[in-house]
């Protein structure tokens, strides 16, 4: 992507010098290795979606203001109801892909807006001087990345009027209720299977930048709350299941990939163990033990509160009827776990006994399938090479004894007809 690019785009917008060269310097690590599309429809994004820095976090009411400028008005005949997201959503973070869709007189989707927030590195300080500029860079990779995986296909909305926003493969559903003009959001799915992917990006766009093989080696770099296990995780799905995959699902929307993975999970022990009552019985007994501690009322509390959701998200068979959800649902779990390390006092050691087991059951709980699902697609593409060999051998044997000129060349290269 070129430089002249950026310009233009800074000219649109209005950039200042700083954010331009920042751009400048993210983008082609971002875009190496990414198809012609893929880099078209982050072109498209760059061009769309304006970015904001504050030197300082801004408030809710800040961002508000931003959303409402944008919107300029056009849906005030709209009453929007939203889901709560738990632990992901307390507070104004640091920065943000922010979008909403605009809606006509019959409650139909006509245009979208979307913009992004940073908030600037303190000037002086070990990162600002490590990235050689107050512009979170971090933080602009991140961001970029989530504004650039809901470019295509942002909003699909159905005759009824419900729509679904897609965030990469964050999945957020809506009911429109098309005479009192309400937009309900309903659920979510995806979320922090997506959060992680794009944290995992963010990471290896800027070891590319700064030839680096840590974000720990970045002086005074604080990592978000998806690095570390969420990360390690997901890596792990990555390198099982394949990134091709995941990423197109992320920019491009295709799921014929993780639809073709819903057909082995199904059949894997772990969801057949997931069908069995004794199965819950024993988390259950997981789940009480961990919490039979001495740590403070304050802190048991919390972490009861976290078991009662766990409960609720993992234990039940329902929430867990497809592979993405039950990713997903996983890395909430860590997401949600993980926060409870920095509150009140259970550092203390039977405290952190408790916090162990739990983080345990959920890790190996969250590879099991996917250790299950990798081995399938191992043995399914072994032996559709086999079988393809066995064919062109028969082929050929049977070839021999043809005259000459009437030998058969097979165009069909081996493993085409692998289902992965």
């Not at 785009?9 to 599309?37: H, Q």
């Not at 604080?222 to 394949?242: A, E, F, N, W």
């Not at 197109?248 to 073709?260: P, V």
């Not at 976290?306 to 009827?321: A, D, G, I, M, V």
Request: proline share 2%; hydrophobic share 30%.
């Amino acid at each position: 992507m070129e430089g002249d690019f950026i310009d233009e785009v800074g000219r649109k917008f209005g950039y200042d010098a700083e954010l331009i060269n920042a751009l400048k310097r993210c983008i082609p690590a971002m875009i190496e290795g990414k198809s012609d599309e893929e880099i078209e429809l982050l072109k498209n994004t760059l061009s769309r979606v304006q970015i904001y820095t504050f030197d300082k976090r801004p408030t809710q009411k800040e961002v508000d203001d931003i959303t409402s400028e944008k919107v300029n008005g056009r849906n005030n005949h709209v009453t929007t109801i939203e889901c709560d997201k738990g632990e992901y959503d307390r507070g104004t973070p640091c920065g943000g892909y922010v979008n909403q869709p605009i809606f006509d007189e019959n409650m139909n989707i006509v245009d979208r807006v979307g913009f992004i927030y940073l908030t600037n590195l303190d000037e002086g300080s070990s990162t600002a001087e490590f990235y050689g500029t107050k512009i979170n860079l971090s933080h602009l990779i991140h961001e970029l990345g989530h504004a650039w995986s809901a470019q295509k296909g942002e909003y699909e909305q159905e005759e009824n009027g419900n729509f679904t926003m897609r965030v990469g493969t964050a999945r957020f559903k809506h009911r429109v209720d098309r005479i009192n003009h309400t937009v309900e959001e309903v659920s979510i799915k995806g979320l922090y299977v997506e959060e992680a992917l794009n944290s995992i990006e963010e990471e290896d766009t800027l070891y590319k930048m700064f030839d680096i093989e840590s974000y720990r080696d970045i002086p005074g770099y604080i990592p978000s709350d998806y690095q570390g296990i969420m990360t390690s995780m997901m890596r792990h799905y990555k390198d099982k299941l394949g990134e091709d995959i995941f990423q197109k699902m992320r920019l491009l929307k295709e799921d014929d990939g993780i639809e073709r993975f819903q057909k082995y999970f199904d059949q894997t022990e772990f969801m057949k163990k997931m069908s069995e009552p004794e199965y819950y019985v024993e988390k259950e007994k997981e789940l009480a033990s961990a919490q039979e501690t001495n740590m403070s009322d304050a802190a048991k509390k919390r972490i009861r509160d976290f078991f009662e959701k766990y409960r609720s998200l993992y234990l039940t068979p329902q929430n867990n009827n497809n592979f993405i959800e039950c990713l997903d649902s996983t890395m909430e779990q860590v997401f949600s776990f993980m926060s409870i390390r920095y509150s009140y006092d259970i550092m203390q050691e039977d405290g952190m006994d408790a916090y162990r087991r739990t983080q345990i059951a959920m890790m190996s709980e969250g590879y099991k399938p996917v250790n299950e699902v990798s081995e399938m697609i191992e043995e399914k593409e072994h032996d559709s090479i086999e079988n393809t060999s066995k064919t062109i051998e028969r082929d050929s044997s049977s070839d021999d004894d043809k005259p000459l000129g009437e030998k058969r060349i097979d165009s069909k290269c081996v493993g085409d007809e692998r289902d992965i």
